[in-house]
């Protein structure tokens, strides 16, 4: 570093303060006649010039160090104190010591602080819940990364009503930030998917250095709300369903009692609707049961060696008669290997049984059922990944009316018909594809529909494959 150059002036003006108290000595001493004037101009000359050399030095020192700390100042937060400067001596050079020193702590300390904010910041943005820190003004601070997403990217700064527009919510952050205890809202945030919310807003002991007074806390009902609505949706259809038949055979008994007591022909007549209405009700009652015992294990997946050619031979010979019955013909399509699946015999027989009996019951009177079984490489769903074993394909498909396309979504839902007195004139309940739904989950395999009105319909089932028999297969 240059050696720091001291201006004339103020080099001056330092010595002559320095010389003041020499000065008035000489004047005093000259005029008491003690020395003459021109030794005491002399000794003062000589006396400044000696001042001279040290104090410039000093003033050097110090314009040093007053560069080297304007230099400390300029530095970013990364750079390092610079040693003292060599034009730097005794305790200016210690002093700038000290300073660099005490940079270097406030950087350490300042990076520390840094290292704390944003590791607050990514703890805040991993939480699954909406968080929004308030001011006492209902000004958003800051929010997490999940309320960015729930509301909106730019939050910061903006007013808490600009951006949730619920009176409810905004009123009850009015009342904490005004001094009352936490309050919970539950409300709807509307939106292409209406969701249901539930805010705590909890006031702040002390104001944060931020400035945020209040945090407003958010969690989403939507999930838990429809899954208690699908419960009593779901206890109301069984109720429903088990009912029907029910008050039937409650009105025949009642007949049979009365009226038709004597009636043989009527007696044996009503019998028979009675057994009707009954077995529809154990069909029923063994459907639930069904649908709850595939739910219990359906976390733990099957791994027996399924042969599904046995299989679909199986169910086109139970389902024969009902196809013969509409002039209907069950065709299998099964490729020269047996194709073998990782699965449950039983569960994999339910699949099929309610997939060719939808495809009799809705196909057209006289056309064929098809039941096709092709290898892919993987599948949708659990299957999408490669896998050297690959997957099974089995596509069941009918001629019949076919399924409008805004069903299709819906159609493996509990309950769910298309024309729900049709199908259970066809005696249907509407579970057999929720059943078939829960068993191919059970089997990490999937279900795709496919249809087209009035040529008919096709549901494809995919399952994992198991290895060829010798390369270690079940
Ligand atoms: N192959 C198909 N063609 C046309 N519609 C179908 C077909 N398969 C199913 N559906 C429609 O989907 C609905 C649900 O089928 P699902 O098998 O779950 O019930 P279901 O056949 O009515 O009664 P269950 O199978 O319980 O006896 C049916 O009511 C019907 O409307
Ligand atoms: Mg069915």
Known sequence: MPRATVPVRRLTLAVAALSVPVVVTLVVLVALGEIEAGVAGLAGLVILAGLAVPVRRHLAS????????????????????????????????????????????????????????????????????????????????????????????????????AVLRNPAVLEAAQAVLAGAAGRTVEFTLPGRIERTLRARIEPLSTRAADGTAAVLALHDL??????EQMRADFIANASHELRTPLST??????????????????????????????????????????????????????DGRVDLAT????????????????????????????????GDGEELIQVFQNLVDNAIKYGRPNSTVTAKVTRTERGPGPLSKPSTEGVVVV????????????????????????????????????????????????????????????????FTVYLAATPPAGRGGA
């Open 62 to 161: 110090l314009a040093a160090l007053g560069t080297h700390v304007d230099a400390l100042a300029d530095q970013g937060a990364t750079a390092t104190a610079q040693p003292a400067q060599p034009a730097q001596a005794g305790s200016t050079a210690e002093l700038s010591w000290a300073i660099g020193r005490l940079k270097r702590s406030l950087e350490r300390k300042s990076g520390e602080l840094e290292a704390r904010v944003g590791a607050d910041e990514i703890i805040l943005d991993s939480l699954p819940d909406p968080l929004i820190m308030l001011d006492d003004g209902l000004r958003i601070v800051r929010a997490n990364l999940a309320a960015r997403n729930l509301l909106d990217q730019n939050l910061g700064g903006r007013d808490l009503a």
């Open 249 to 302: 055979l409650i009105g025949y008994i009642e007949t049979l009692s009365g009226t038709a007591s004597e009636d043989a022909e009527a007696r044996q007549r009503f019998l028979g609707i009675m057994h009707d209405q009954a077995s529809r009700m154990s069909g029923l009652v063994d459907d639930l049961l069904s649908l709850s015992r595939i739910e219990l294990h359906e976390h733990s997946p099957p």
């Open 311 to 342: 299989v679909l031979k199986d169910v086109a010979d139970t389902l024969a008669l009902d196809a013969r019955a509409k002039g209907m013909t069950i065709a299998l399509d099964l490729p020269p290997a047996a194709p073998a699946v990782v």
């Open 395 to 458: 596509a069941i498909s009918d001629q019949g009316a076919g399924i409008a396309r805004e069903h299709l979504p819906r159609l493996t839902e509990r309950f769910y018909r298309v024309d729900a007195a049709r199908s259970r004139e066809l005696g249907g309940t509407g579970l057999g594809l929720a059943i078939v739904k829960h068993i191919l989950n059970h089997h990490r395999g999937a279900l795709t529909i496919e249809s087209q009105a009035g040529k008919g319909s096709t």
């Open 222 to 227: 939507t999930a838990a709300k429809r899954s």
